[in-house]
């Protein structure tokens, strides 16, 4: 019974200390090909298999066609 708190504490304390190490990592940047608007700021960035969107600091979303790189859509959040 013993053993078996130990390795629970254990497994909390590692789990734990992965979250805070991968939590406080910087956030990656933007690759150098990826042009925004002037005065667009990015927040987030994410990809599909065609297509990757940039969430701007001004809450739109502007996704671009991997191919091309032209913009598809803008979607402002509201």
Known sequence: ???LTVV???GVLVVI???V???NRPAPDLPDQITL???KTAQAF???ADWYAIVTSDDEILIYDR???GLRQSLQID
């Open 21 to 23: 190490t991968r939590l």
């Open 67 to 69: 191919l091309t790189g």
């Open 8 to 10: 629970m504490i254990a």
């Open 1 to 3: 019974m013993t053993v």
């Open 17 to 19: 200390g992965l979250l």
């Open 37 to 39: 608007p002037d005065g």
């Open 46 to 48: 994410t990809q599909g």
